[in-house]
């Protein structure tokens, strides 16, 4: 009897395993653009990347220590969360730099992101308790405007999150 079920839980494992190699066969791969093939290790040396590495490290940590104290609706989270997503998608764009911009990606750029990153998040804390029409609203939205257009202008067109 083991013999009968061991050998169907082969047979199985062999027929998933040709399974997945046709699903990948079948699968077309995206046509790799000249950014996206960019080799990350210039990228990952640079001080821009070591500088919103450092930021979005702070912040999972400060959720792992919110994680017994907080709830996830509390505001701390709240804003910690959007801001590690916020830095997330910015890593992002920092390794879709083209090889030839790469000397672009200096401290200050890296500082840049980091407050441009801390100034959305502050927006959207903002938002949560005030209508758009607000007068600190209004100034937050105009701050971060001021910080992705900085941007815009080191790196060109990075797909800035969309203005609120």
Same mark, same amino acid.
């Given at each position: 009897m083991k013999k009968i079920v061991l050998s169907t839980a082969l047979a199985l494992f062999g027929i998933f395993i040709l399974a997945a190699a046709a699903a990948a066969q079948q699968t077309p791969k995206p046509a790799a653009t000249p950014a996206a093939s960019a080799e990350p290790g210039p990228i990952k040396s640079s001080p821009a990347y070591a500088e919103v590495l450092l930021r979005k490290t702070e912040l999972e940590a400060d959720l792992f220590s919110f994680a017994d104290d907080y709830t996830d609706q509390n505001p701390r989270v #709240?804003?910690? %969360?959007? +801001?590690?997503? !916020?830095?997330?998608?910015?890593?992002? =764009?920092?390794?879709?730099?083209?090889?030839?911009?790469?000397?672009?990606?200096?401290?200050?750029?890296?500082?840049? #992101?980091?407050? %441009?990153? +801390?100034?959305? !998040?502050?927006?959207?804390?903002?938002? =949560?308790?005030?209508?758009?029409?607000h007068p600190q609203v209004k100034r937050a939205r105009k701050k971060a405007e001021l910080f992705r257009d900085a941007l815009k202008e080191i790196l060109g067109n990075t797909d800035a999150p969309a203005r609120r």
């Amino acid at each position: 009897m083991k013999k009968i079920v061991l050998s169907t839980a082969l047979a199985l494992f062999g027929i998933f395993i040709l399974a997945a190699a046709a699903a990948a066969q079948q699968t077309p791969k995206p046509a790799a653009t000249p950014a996206a093939s960019a080799e990350p290790g210039p990228i990952k040396s640079s001080p821009a990347y070591a500088e919103v590495l450092l930021r979005k490290t702070e912040l999972e940590a400060d959720l792992f220590s919110f994680a017994d104290d907080y709830t996830d609706q509390n505001p701390r989270v #709240i804003d910690a %969360r959007f +801001e590690l997503a !916020t830095l997330s998608k910015d890593i992002d =764009r920092l390794f879709a730099v083209r090889p030839d911009d790469v000397p672009k990606l200096t401290l200050a750029l890296g500082k840049l #992101i980091v407050r %441009r990153a +801390e100034i959305e !998040t502050e927006l959207n804390r903002l938002l =949560r308790t005030y209508n758009a029409d607000h007068p600190q609203v209004k100034r937050a939205r105009k701050k971060a405007e001021l910080f992705r257009d900085a941007l815009k202008e080191i790196l060109g067109n990075t797909d800035a999150p969309a203005r609120r």
